[in-house]
């Protein structure tokens, strides 16, 4: 538990931005470049059913023969380190400076704009970390043309787009046989599928969890990421935009579909935690009123005994009158007076005994109730969820 408390205050201690913030008055298709970004790598993966070509680009112009071709040109641009290579990319995709601008200034909500003859695309991509502390999430921009797709990445390192270029370059499924907005669809179908492995890191430490749930607001940056993400697909499927086929469209409505399951998910482990939390938050006040318990009988048991000692502890003159406590002269009236006492203390004892009072004391008792309670709450929603993965 000490190195779940410790993932989690790793995780709460990072600062989090859900969503770009202008400055006021500033110009429309102003670029911020964040300090200490990763300088772009251009990737490039031109394709057709026969053969294909992958490189790396050095200089943005480079690309320009090939967004002319017949051929389907993946342009995938890591990094958003440098002003002037995003400028030399945006003239030559011919991009709207609000276009560059919710490219390079992020994050953005999810979303899909269409500008004539290009479909826009903003998406959030989340990945698990190694160290299991949490996960990554950067923005995947989209631009889509006739017969290219240009994607930009907030850097290299985090990427789930391998295996779409293994598809590729060793011409697995159907990829080399349609157009780029199959393209985009696979990629867009690894982002949302990208989700899944989070959720379920998170279904796990949450099953180790148990009765100890702090707040996280980790799942509610999760819910934000998917929620527009889905709407944003909804718009590509409801979209009369030439540039969608049909044919694409159906697979669409499956990459929909994930996005709907990721929501179910996301939703199933925030209701999960909320009642882990009633359940600690249970636990904790029992064992407050069993240790009040515990002090009552205590109280109780010795009170008699300080009323017995009280009053022996008067001073009385038996010369007086036989009245003024006799027992003060017996010859065993000390031992007498402790039997008294420790005899009303074992009666007291034997009466909390017999009402039931000493069977909850125990914490061990207390952390498994509360331990098997925690267990049996999450274990239907944590079934379900891996249910909905496969």
């Keep these: 538990m000490t190195k779940i408390r410790s993932r989690l205050s790793q995780a709460l201690k990072k600062p989090r931005k859900d969503y770009f913030h202008e400055q006021a008055g500033s110009m429309p298709g102003t670029l911020t470049i964040a300090e200490g970004a990763t300088l772009p790598q251009i990737e490039l993966i031109d394709y057709k059913n026969t053969d294909y070509v992958h490189q790396q680009i050095v200089l943005p112009e480079n690309l320009i023969p090939y967004l002319d ?10 990094g958003l380190g440098s002003e002037d290579i995003l400028q030399r990319i945006g003239k030559i995709f011919d991009l709207h400076p609000l276009v ?4 390079v200034n992020v994050p ?7 500008y004539d003859d290009q479909l826009v695309i903003i998406t959030q991509m989340v990945l698990p970390l190694d160290n299991k502390t949490g996960f990554h999430k950067e923005q995947v921009s989209f631009v889509l043309g006739k017969h290219y797709l240009l994607t930009v990445q907030e850097e290299a390192q985090y990427d789930c787009f391998n295996q779409v270029r293994s598809r590729i370059c060793n011409n697995k499924g159907l990829l080399r046989k349609h157009q780029a907005d199959y393209l985009a669809y696979t990629l867009i179908d690894a982002i949302v599928d990208g989700f899944f492995p989070v959720l379920e890191a998170y279904g796990e430490l949450i099953e180790e969890l148990e009765q100890e749930v702090v707040a996280n607001p980790t799942l509610l940056s999760l819910r934000r990421a998917i929620w527009p993400q889905r709407d944003a ?14 044919h694409v469209r159906v697979y669409l409505r499956d990459c929909y579909d994930h996005a709907v399951q990721v929501m179910d998910m996301v939703e199933t482990y925030r209701e999960l935690t909320s009642g882990l939390m009633d359940v600690y938050l249970s636990a904790v006040g029992n064992r407050m009123n069993e240790v009040m318990k515990l002090l009552t009988v205590i109280s109780s048991i010795f009170i008699p005994l300080t009323f017995v000692a009280g009053i022996y502890g008067m001073n009385f003159n038996t010369e007086t009158s036989p009245w003024n406590m006799p027992e003060l002269n017996w010859y065993l009236g000390y031992p007498a007076c402790l039997a008294l006492m420790g005899a009303i ?11 039931g009072w000493f069977e909850n004391f125990s914490t061990i008792q207390d952390d498994y109730n509360s331990e098997n309670a925690a267990q049996e709450l999450m274990q239907s929603p944590s079934n379900r969820s891996r249910k909905i993965r496969r």
Excluded: H
Aim: proline content about 2%; aromatic content about 8%.
């Design 345 to 355: 203390a074992g009666g007291l004892i034997v009466f909390f005994w017999r009402r």
């Design 233 to 246: 697909i909804n718009a590509l499927i409801r979209d009369d935009s030439d540039l969608i086929s049909d």
């Design 108 to 114: 953005q909500r999810p979303k899909v704009e269409d």
């Design 100 to 103: 560059l601008e919710d490219i």
């Design 69 to 78: 071709s017949e051929s389907v040109s993946w342009v995938d641009v890591q």
